[in-house]
Nanobody
Framework: QVQLVESGGGLVQPGGSLRLSCAAS????????MGWYRQAPGKQRELVAS???????NYADSVKGRFTISRDNAKNTVYLQMNSLNSEDTAVYYC????????????????WGQGTQVTVSS
């Protein structure tokens, strides 16, 4: 089983930046697609960004141009660089291992981290 641990969340002012990290255990990390999800209070968990095993990326419209997902397979780590943060980005962010298909869609498998809180506030 793949185990995922997120880090890097915190409190940031509007317009600021954070970089989230997700460290994965196991030797098959490089063969998996990965995604970042977020969940705000009272809302469903939503996909923010995904990346294939080969490094192809896809983003939700709400974060496109502001967030960047990347991975370092040698370190078994996936990152989410978040710039120009605003209050609507406030949520718990979760790392996920899943499946990416040719049309860019991402389907989560039941591999989740514990989540890391991102709060954007003045």
């Amino acid at each position: 089983q793949v185990q995922l641990v997120e880090s890097g969340g915190g409190l940031v002012q509007p317009g600021g930046s954070l970089r989230l990290s997700c460290a994965a255990s196991g030797s098959i990390f490089s063969a998996r697609a990965m995604g970042w999800y977020r969940q705000a209070p009272g809302k469903q968990r939503e996909l923010v960004a995904s990346i294939t095993s080969g490094g192809l990326t896809n983003y939700a419209d709400s974060v496109k141009g502001r967030f960047t997902i990347s991975r370092d397979n040698a370190k078994n780590t996936v990152y989410l660089q978040m710039n120009s943060l605003n209050s609507e980005d406030t949520a718990v962010y979760y790392c996920n291992a899943g499946i990416a298909v040719a049309n860019g869609s991402y389907f989560p498998l039941d591999y989740w981290g514990q989540g890391t809180q991102v709060t954007v506030s003045s």
